[in-house]
C-alpha cells in the first residue's frame, strides 16, 4: 500500500512498513484478509450498504491488531449503531451545519505520527458554560473526524490529552450527559474501533478526581487503567514527543487553534461531506438480521455505571 499525505494527516516514510511488521502481517496476508473481508460483507443481508474503501477495510484490520474476525465484529457494530443512535450521524458539514465548538472546546488531531505510529489527539476545555447540544455537537464532530482517519490514515490509534487547566471542574462535569458521552465512546471505540494507548488529563484542580472517575465509567476497564492526572504542560512532555505537539504546548507543529480550524476546514469540503453522507447511510435493517438479540448487546457496551455524586 502506498500512502497519500493529505491537509491533515502526514505519515512516517516507514509507516506500513512498521505498522504491520508489528501486527505479523505481510501484503498476501493482507490481500487473503481483505478478499475474504469482502466476501463476508457481501454475505450480510442486514448491511444496507455492502461495498467499503478498500483503505477503510484495511484501516479496520488494523484498529482490531491484525484479527479479521475481530474487524468483522467491529464493522457490524458501526452499522448497528448508525441505525440506533441515529442523532450522532445527523449532521455533514464542520462549518455549515454545526454550532462554535471552540466556545468551549478547542481539539484536533495532530498530522505528524510518533515514532510509534501513533497520533496525538489535544482536547483543551475553554469555558465549563457548556450545554449538552455542545457537546452533542462536539461528538459529533469527532464522528466526522473519525469517519476521516478510517478513509485516510494508516496507524494504531491515538495518545489523548485533555487539558483542564482553564476550567471549573465541577461546573464541567455537572453539565455533562452522561448517557451521551457513554454512547458517544461506544461509537468511537466499539464502532470506529479507535484504540487509545494513554489519556493524560492536565489540570491542578483538586476536584480533577471528579472527572477522572466520570471518564473512567464510559471507557472500557482496559482504557481507564490508562488515564493518567498531570499538573503541568510540560509534564505532557515526558509522555509525548514535542515534535508532534502544538507550539502552545511546547511542541514543534501549528498552534491547536489552527490545527482545529484545519480540520473544520477540509472536513467541509464538498466531497468529504458527500463522503460522510454515504457512510452514515451504511446502516443494518434488522429485519434480516439472524440474532435477534444483537441490538441489545450493542447497547449494552462499555460497561455498568456507577453512581456519580457531585457535592
Known amino acids: 500500500m502506498k ?9 512516517r516514510p516507514d509507516t506500513v512498513l512498521e505498522v504491520r511488521k508489528e501486527l505479523n502481517l505481510d501484503q498476501d496476508a493482507i490481500d487473503k484478509m481483505m478478499q475474504t473481508f469482502e466476501d463476508w460483507i457481501a454475505k450480510q443481508n442486514h448491511f444496507t450498504r455492502r461495498e467499503f474503501d478498500k483503505h477503510f477495510l484495511e484501516t479496520s484490520i488494523v484498529h482490531a491488531k491484525g484479527s479479521l474476525e475481530k474487524a468483522k465484529r467491529t464493522l457490524d457494530k458501526l452499522c448497528t449503531l448508525k441505525t440506533l443512535l441515529p442523532t450522532f450521524f445527523n449532521k455533514c458539514d464542520a462549518i455549515n451545519e454545526f454550532s462554535d465548538i471552540s466556545v468551549c472546546i478547542v481539539h484536533g488531531t495532530m498530522p505528524i505520527l510518533t515514532k510509534s505510529n501513533y497520533r496525538a489527539y489535544i482536547v483543551k476545555l475553554t469555558s465549563a458554560n457548556i450545554d449538552s447540544n455542545l457537546l452533542l455537537d462536539y461528538s459529533r464532530f469527532v464522528v466526522l473526524m473519525s469517519e476521516y482517519i478510517k478513509k485516510n490514515d494508516y496507524s ?14 465541577l461546573n464541567f462535569v455537572t453539565r455533562i450527559n452522561v448517557i451521551d458521552l457513554r454512547n458517544a465512546m461506544s461509537v468511537l471505540m466499539e464502532g470506529y474501533g479507535l484504540r487509545v494507548n494513554a489519556i493524560y488529563v492536565v489540570s491542578t484542580s483538586k476536584a480533577i478526581d471528579v472527572f477522572v472517575t466520570l471518564l473512567k465509567q464510559v471507557v472500557s476497564h482496559k482504557v481507564a487503567d490508562r ?13 509525548v514527543a514535542k515534535e508532534v505537539l502544538p507550539k502552545d504546548y511546547g511542541g514543534d507543529q501549528m498552534t491547536l487553534k489552527e490545527v482545529n480550524e484545519n480540520w473544520k476546514k477540509v472536513l467541509s469540503e464538498k466531497d468529504n461531506v458527500s463522503y460522510f453522507r454515504s457512510m452514515f447511510e451504511a446502516r443494518t435493517n434488522e429485519n434480516y438480521r439472524l440474532t435477534a438479540t444483537y441490538n441489545d448487546e450493542v447497547l449494552g457496551m462499555p460497561g455498568s455505571f456507577r453512581s456519580l455524586n457531585v457535592d
Not at 500512502?3 to 505519515?11: G, R, S
Not at 488515564?227 to 509522555?239: D, R, S
Open 3 to 11: 500512502l497519500e499525505e493529505t491537509p491533515l494527516l502526514k505519515f
Open 156 to 169: 494504531f490509534g491515538f495518545t489523548c490529552v485533555v487539558d483542564c487547566r482553564d476550567v471549573n471542574i
Open 227 to 239: 488515564i493518567y492526572v498531570l499538573k503541568t504542560v510540560e509534564a505532557i512532555h515526558e509522555h
